[in-house]
């Protein structure tokens, strides 16, 4: 199973962009969801997650602004950022969480590369 990671660029601050975040190989089901960012100098952090449960967990700080969303028939997770600002700046990661078919059911855990994003003033 891989990940392809696409939408990062570079944008003033208060606008908008949408990561999007693929998945490909025998994937049987992919339970949970997220993205997560690291910026320069700092460790990665959570960003937004969808549980298997379906439940949407959100950092404190992209609250209001940011949505995640999955699309299950193509096994892909977006990030819709609005309102972005100078601290959204980082390399952003998807992660994604299930079970391939060969071997059938084992489970899975893979990161993207990457995509960066930078928001200037």
């Known amino acids: 199973v891989q990940l392809q990671a696409s939408g990062g660029g570079l944008v003033q601050a208060g606008g908008s962009l949408r990561l999007s975040c693929a998945a490909s190989?025998?994937?049987?089901?992919?339970?949970?969801l997220g993205w997560y960012r690291q910026a320069p100098g700092k460790e990665r952090e959570f960003v937004a997650r969808?549980?298997?449960?379906?439940?949407?967990k959100y950092a404190d700080s992209v609250k209001g602004r940011f949505t995640i969303s999955r699309d299950n028939a193509k096994n892909t997770v977006d990030l819709q950022m609005n309102s972005l600002n100078p601290e959204d700046t980082a390399v952003y990661y998807c992660?994604?969480?299930?079970?391939?078919?060969?071997?059938?059911?084992?489970?899975?855990?893979?990161w993207g590369q990457g995509t960066e994003v930078t928001v200037s003033s």
């Open positions: 992660n994604m969480g299930g079970r391939t078919t060969a071997p059938y059911g084992l489970p899975f855990n893979r």
């Open positions: 969808i549980e298997s449960d379906a439940t949407i």
């Open positions: 190989g025998l994937i049987l089901s992919i339970n949970a």
